[in-house]
């Protein structure tokens, strides 16, 4: 099976919206007195990202395509451009550029495993744009 891919077309998620939690990974035990204690509950978890794109309509429909269709109504996993860090220039602890032979600045790429989280795409309109708010489940 073939895993999707994010369009390349659709633009960065808006730094304005941005959210990210972990999953809950801990169990609470009851005490009779004092603080609660906490195990873990699993070893690994996901990472939960609310986030939002800015689209035009051609990119509208291209979003409406890849969560309808790539990812059969967000049931499918796909990868992301972790938008953290993909596309990002590499430094060297002094703060200079990392660069290739031919003077050009070494980028980070970093991609994300994910699917869309208990938020599906919820839209509004901007002028005559549209923002999709959705979350997405980054896998550990």
Same mark, same amino acid.
């Given at each position: 099976? +073939? ?5 390349? *077309? %659709?633009?960065?998620? *808006?730094?304005? /919206?941005?959210? &990210?939690?972990?999953? *809950?990974?801990? %169990? ?14 699993? &070893? #690994? =978890?996901?990472? =939960? =990202? ?7 309509? @051609?990119?509208?429909?291209?979003? @409406? #395509?890849?969560? *309808?269709?790539? +990812? ?19 430094? !060297?602890?002094?703060? &200079?550029?990392?660069? +290739? ?18 938020? %599906?795409? !919820?839209? /509004? ?7 999709? +708010?959705? /979350? =997405?489940?980054?896998?550990?």
């Amino acid at each position: 099976m +073939t895993i999707a891919t994010w369009p390349a *077309e %659709l633009p960065k998620p *808006e730094r304005a /919206t941005w959210s &990210s939690l972990l999953q *809950e990974a801990r %169990l609470r035990r009851a005490s009779d007195a004092g603080p609660a204690g906490y195990r873990r509950r699993f &070893s #690994n =978890v996901a990472k =939960v =990202v609310t986030l939002s794109v800015l689209l035009d309509a @051609d990119q509208r429909a291209r979003f @409406d #395509n890849f969560f *309808e269709h790539d +990812t059969k109504k967000g049931s499918l996993l796909f990868r992301m451009p972790d938008p953290t860090t993909d596309g990002w220039a590499l430094r !060297t602890s002094g703060g &200079s550029l990392l660069l +290739t032979s031919d003077d050009q600045p070494m980028l980070i790429a970093a991609m994300w495993l994910c699917t869309f989280g208990d938020q %599906l795409p !919820t839209e /509004t309109i901007v002028g005559i744009d549209f923002r999709k +708010t959705f /979350t =997405v489940e980054v896998m550990p």
